[in-house]
């Protein structure tokens, strides 16, 4: 793991460092999800972005659960973030909580009171909006803007011990109502909630607002760098406000630094979108396969290394655009290569018989387990009479430049045998039901044959020996990118997931769950860690063998 890439953000802590402003090790960067759903492949940049930049420095890296907001975080939320970082290869000690800092928070307010900063104002949320004024024009002052500082504090505290309903009162900050920047308008900074700090089991009746918060939780924490996306931009002056307000922390506040969002072309990024996805139950949960999600692509089959090597591909920039996903595609297939075994499964299969080789022979072949990877060894696969191929590989009328099986052309069986086309056998209705071959004793695979050349090697299993799977295959989720809120749903590809039995060799009944195996020809799957047992022998597929991703060509030293 590198992180070159994020030149920008290194050149601030870099000078930061040589400014003696920090030492190495006093570097604390941190990522805070909102546990109100799992984590997406944006969330796997900004966590390995904070990660890496720690571990660069010999720093600390805090995982903190951003969970200010009581109603819609839950506890499966928490084990399943922790569960999937962990697994991305990320360590960390105790996660942190941003609700620990409540009773802090409070007290930070009451300071803010007391030096004329904060206010409690009676407004309605509606009058609050109105009063706030738009780009063009500035806001009004609350009527209740000029309080007394005692008035505040009495009417804060009874806010807290719960005195008033939801709705009756807030605390403002007393910034600017003519402020350009429409975020320091006066915002608010706790509101009147009863509801239960769920990590800390006790009742509160005011809830921190983010802009309050989050600033507080980098600085309880002594974070250094707080790094988050491009959207918190006009939200910086507020994080600086309150941590320049406030004593214990004026002195070195954290300072926030913005990077681009990750966007995926073919996706929906966005936990919102994917929430609603399980909500409706359009997907099969949040591990769906066919979800960005860590825990769908998990299932997917992606590796951690895959997913380290396309974030760190991607780099950090500071202006959003959207990625390719045949990129994240192409670092799998990278990653697999040399440690999946490569084995015969014919997804769509159609009967081949063998009409010169012996009834009730079955030879076992030797083949290797994975060609760009010797020490893989090798796995025996038995050949016979009547065999199945992938019905795509054989054509009663080749089109131009089809160079697998129709009658007349000799292909290679890969290791096995050359066999030639012969004949082809219909039932009734003109469908075909078997094709006709014979073979070539003498082009047996690895025998030195090189008489003649065959233009195709095609991959097959033996009829007798085939073992049926099922194998899901994926498509995109959504068919039409611009989609919104309001018309993602119908845009939703009814072919997203289609399943097929297939038939396999018979080294496949050595595989675990979670094992990754590449189908010659037909991709990269996965053995379902969820559903995968000796009697449901179930497979995602991962990926197509084919890329339409090249990495940029590096330049040369
Ligand atoms: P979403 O928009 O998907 O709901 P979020 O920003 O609400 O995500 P949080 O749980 O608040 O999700 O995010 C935790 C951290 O992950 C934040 O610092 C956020 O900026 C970062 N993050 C979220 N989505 C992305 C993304 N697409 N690319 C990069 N970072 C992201
Ligand atoms: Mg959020």
Redesign the pocket.
């Known amino acids: 793991m590198d992180t070159n890439s994020s030149n920008f953000i290194i050149h601030k802590i870099e000078d930061d460092i040589n400014s003696n402003k920090y030492s190495e090790e006093e570097i604390i960067t941190r990522?805070?999800?909102?546990?109100?759903?799992f984590?997406?492949?944006?969330?796997v940049?900004?966590?390995l972005l904070n990660y890496n930049i720690a571990k660069r420095y010999g720093g600390d890296f805090h995982l903190r659960f951003?969970d200010t907001n009581p109603s819609k975080e839950e506890q499966q939320y928490i084990d399943s973030i922790i569960d999937d970082l962990k697994w991305l290869g990320l360590e960390f000690d105790e996660p942190y909580f941003g609700s620990n800092y409540f009773d802090q928070m409070i007290d930070y307010a009451r300071e803010l009171i007391n030096k004329g900063l904060a206010y409690v104002d009676d407004q309605t949320g509606e009058e609050i909006k109105q009063n706030r004024g738009d780009l063009f024009s500035p806001g009004k002052d609350s009527p209740y803007r000029n309080r007394s500082i005692e008035e505040n504090l009495d009417l804060f505290n009874r806010m807290v011990d719960g005195e008033f309903q939801p709705g009756e009162k807030v605390l403002r900050a007393k910034i600017d109502m003519a402020s350009p920047n429409m975020n320091l308008r006066d915002p608010v900074i706790f509101r009147i909630l009863n509801g239960k700090n769920e990590h800390l089991n006790k009742e509160y009746h005011v809830f921190p607002m983010y802009d309050y918060a989050h600033p507080l939780e980098d600085a309880i924490e002594g974070v250094t760098h707080s790094?988050?996306?491009l959207e918190?931009e006009d939200h910086r002056p507020i994080y600086d406000w309150v941590l320049n307000n406030i004593d214990d922390f004026k002195e070195k506040p954290p300072v926030q630094i913005e990077?681009?969002?990750?966007?995926l072309t073919d996706s929906i990024?966005?936990?919102?979108y994917?929430k609603q996805l399980v909500d409706e139950g359009i997907v099969d949960g949040w591990d769906d396969p066919r979800l960005v999600t860590i825990s769908g692509l998990r299932r997917r089959g992606y590796t951690p290394e895959a997913l380290q090597d396309f974030s760190e591909e991607i780099g950090i920039s500071k202006s959003n655009s959207k990625v390719d996903y045949k990129m994240l595609e192409h670092f799998v297939r990278n990653d697999l290569k040399n440690k999946a075994k490569r084995l015969n499964v014919v997804l769509n299969p159609i009967k081949v018989v063998i009409t010169n080789y012996p009834d009730d022979q079955v030879e076992e072949l030797e083949i290797e387990t994975n060609m760009d990877n010797p020490e893989m060894g090798k796995h025996k696969i038995p050949f016979s009479k009547n065999l199945y191929i992938e019905a795509s590989d054989f054509m009663e009328e080749p089109v131009k430049k089809y160079f697998r099986l129709f009658p007349g052309n000799e292909v290679r069986l890969r290791g096995a045998y050359f066999v030639k086309c012969t004949d082809v056998i219909k039932d009734e209705d003109g469908n075909i039901v078997e094709i006709h071959c014979t073979y070539d004793p003498e082009t047996k695979s690895g025998s030195g044959f090189n008489k003649r050349k065959v233009k195709s090697t095609i991959h097959w299993v033996s009829e007798e020996s085939a073992v049926p799977i099922k194998v899901n295959l994926y498509d995109n989720l959504i068919s039409d990118e611009t989609f919104d809120s309001n018309n993602f749903i119908e845009n939703i590809n009814p072919e997203s997931k289609v399943t097929v039995t297939a038939y396999a060799e018979p080294e496949i009944l050595n595989t675990l769950p979670n094992e990754k195996i590449q189908f010659i020809r037909n991709g990269y799957f996965n053995a379902d860690p969820k559903l995968f047992n000796k009697d449901n022998l179930e497979f995602n597929r991962i990926v197509e063998l084919k890329s339409g991703w090249r990495p940029p060509k590096k330049d040369k030293k």
């Open positions: 990522f805070p999800p909102e546990p109100n759903g984590l997406h492949i944006g969330h940049k900004a966590a951003d790094l988050c996306t918190f990077f681009a969002r990750l966007e990024v966005g936990k919102r994917i």
